[in-house]
């Protein structure tokens, strides 16, 4: 017997809202502002266009959305380049805008958590205008880092540090009389200067800035870069080159140094000051999940990405080493884990779990995302990733925005692949993203991946995910809480238990048989049984009631 699985009940949203620590087993939906929906035909997507679609994500399942950046910006990375912390760039909108998004998200049972940039702001930044003019050693250049170069006429940069994005992470001041003059420290674009969080008055900035936004009503941020406000006493030189490979791999005096966590407490309080659990996660670069768990200590952040998680490759030893390692750090401290397997800077899954073959990237895909939906804890969704949207690998060089593809020999500079705008629906680009075109072009295959064209197929990547949410809201075992592996799974299997619920994903290129463990509630391929026995394809996750 072939089965195709999908629930018949959705939960309510008031089923799905928690009460207590909601982050705990929240699935929140990454939307990229710029490539989402684009309401006014400019091709690129805005608040207007997220607020249109909400009643999707309602549907969809998920608990909140986290907005990437959409503040006034000179758009050198993405808006992760501010230039003004308070204010809606015309690009996305004006301020009711956000308003109006986290007014019709709160309605519909969505909380909102937005970006917040505090390791640089945009060389666009009245800041950084100031210090630019000020002299050096004045007041306005020590918000920021300033240093004379190295070398008989300072032409060297002060230390070895590399930008993420390739090349040195300083760029030498040109002064009003075309003299060349201080170097500053940016450890991503020459357009992002580093803030100096030893200055008291970057801090007291970004504490209003955050209360700003709370008090419009966000439920919480995304800390970017939040391994990175802190550097080393002294910025002492590293001695090796390619130190955007070591990113995550060891403590750089530039990253993950422990006066970070003395900020994010500050920060807490500050959330704690408000009503309705408004929380904070760190998108923190670590190099071991115990280094990462101090991030969300108690008195600290609420989550931290896991990207060990997305970065481990396919398999069931790997797989279970890196859930074991994860679960383990953050019980340590209390805390839920925070899965995630794409976002806006890494290549689709999809893509990565298929090295070149596009049909086992996507069966991959379906399957880690019942595997993460099935782990204890909070987990986040890419947009896309519902509609199973592979990386677009042969973008044309003069489309492309990414910072990083112009400077080099930094991060592969291939981001813009996986932040080409959501298909909609319709037969011709754009596929609904708006009624212009897109910013980036969308390939011709993407008609077939549509929103449109994939509700109501039960084979489809879409109704995969929106049962798997809407189970998670039903079955009482998901979310936060805890799993135990069944050790009797054959090698290359991963199962564990959790109440009232098993999860069997065969990572194998070929099927396996199993004893029924259970009553199969969803899997993200058709399963056969016979007798007692159940085969699960190659590359499959399952879902059974117990
Ligand atoms: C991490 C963001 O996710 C990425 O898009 C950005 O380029 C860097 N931080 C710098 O802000």
């Given at each position: 017997m072939t089965q195709d699985l999908a629930p018949t009940v959705r939960p309510s949203a008031d089923a799905r809202a928690?009460?207590?620590?909601?982050?705990?087993s929240a699935v929140i939906y990454q939307v990229y502002v710029r490539s989402f929906?684009?309401?006014?035909?400019?091709?690129i997507g805005d608040l207007r266009g997220i607020r249109e679609r909400l009643p999707y994500l309602a549907g969809l399942g998920v608990d909140a959305l986290w907005l990437t950046p959409f503040y006034?910006?000179?758009?050198?990375?993405g808006g992760y380049?501010?230039?003004?912390?308070?204010a809606v760039d015309p690009l996305f909108g004006q301020l009711s805008d956000a308003d109006d998004l986290v007014r019709e998200a709160h309605r519909l049972g969505l909380r909102v958590i937005v970006d917040i940039v505090p390791n640089h702001t945009s060389d666009q930044h009245a800041w950084f205008r100031a210090a630019l003019a000020d002299?050096?050693?004045?007041t306005a250049r020590e918000r920021y880092h300033f240093r004379p170069g190295k070398g008989e006429r300072g032409q060297?940069?002060?230390?070895?540090w590399e930008s993420v994005f390739g090349g040195p992470a300083w760029t030498r001041t040109t002064g009003p009389d075309g003299e060349s003059g201080e170097w500053y420290l940016h450890l991503?674009?020459?357009?992002q200067p580093d803030l100096n969080w030893d200055n008291a008055e970057v801090r007291a900035e970004f504490d209003s800035v955050l209360r700003f936004w709370l008090d419009l009503g966000v439920d919480g941020f995304r800390i970017?870069?939040?391994?990175?406000m802190v550097k080393a006493a002294?910025?002492?030189?590293?001695?090796?080159?390619?130190q955007a490979k070591l990113i995550g791999a060891q403590v750089l005096p530039f990253f993950d140094?422990?006066?970070?966590h003395e900020i994010h407490r500050a920060w807490r309080q500050l959330l704690d000051s408000?009503?309705?659990?408004r929380i904070g996660v760190a998108e923190a670069w670590a190099p071991t999940s115990e280094r990462l768990a101090l991030y969300v200590r108690p008195d600290e952040l609420h989550q931290a990405f896991n990207f060990q998680f997305l970065t481990c490759d396919w398999g069931a030893a790997p797989m279970r080493q890196v859930i074991d390692e994860s679960l383990a750090a953050t019980r340590s401290v209390g805390a839920p884990t925070t899965w995630v397997?794409?976002?806006?800077?890494?290549?689709r899954h999809a893509t990565r779990y298929g090295a070149g073959d596009e049909e086992l990237g996507l069966r991959r895909a379906r399957a880690a995302a019942l595997l993460m939906l099935a782990l204890p804890g909070s987990a986040y969704v890419y947009q896309g990733e519902e509609l199973g949207l592979p990386e677009?690998?042969?973008?044309p060089d003069e489309v492309r925005q990414d910072p990083a593809f112009f400077r080099g020999?930094?991060?592969?500079?291939?981001r813009d692949g996986c932040r080409v705008p959501l298909p909609w629906s319709?037969?011709?680009?754009?596929y609904g993203f708006g009624p212009g075109g897109s910013w980036l072009p969308q390939p011709g295959r993407w008609r077939e991946l549509s929103v449109e064209a994939q509700s109501?197929?039960?084979?489809s990547t879409l109704e995969l995910y929106r049962s798997a949410l809407a189970l998670r809201g039903e079955l009482?075992?998901?979310?936060?809480g805890e799993m135990v592996w069944?050790?009797?799974?054959?090698?290359?299997v991963l199962a564990f238990s959790r109440p009232g619920f098993v999860c069997t994903l065969n990572t194998l290129g070929a099927e396996v048989a199993l004893?029924?463990?259970?009553?199969?509630?969803?899997?993200?391929a058709a399963l056969e049984f016979a007798g007692g026995t159940v085969r699960i394809p190659s590359d499959t996750c399952v879902w059974w009631a117990v």
């Open positions: 928690h009460t207590d620590g909601w982050w705990r929906a684009d309401s006014d035909g400019d091709g006034a910006s000179p758009q050198a990375d380049d501010v230039a003004d912390y308070r002299r050096p050693g004045g060297l940069p002060p230390n070895d991503f674009a020459p357009e970017d870069v939040a391994h990175g002294g910025l002492p030189d590293i001695g090796l080159s390619e140094q422990d006066g970070v408000y009503d309705g659990q397997l794409s976002n806006h800077d890494v290549v677009v690998v042969d973008l020999d930094g991060q592969d500079g291939t319709g037969e011709a680009a754009p109501g197929d039960p084979r009482p075992g998901l979310g936060d069944l050790d009797d799974a054959p090698e290359g004893p029924v463990p259970g009553r199969p509630v969803l899997s993200s």
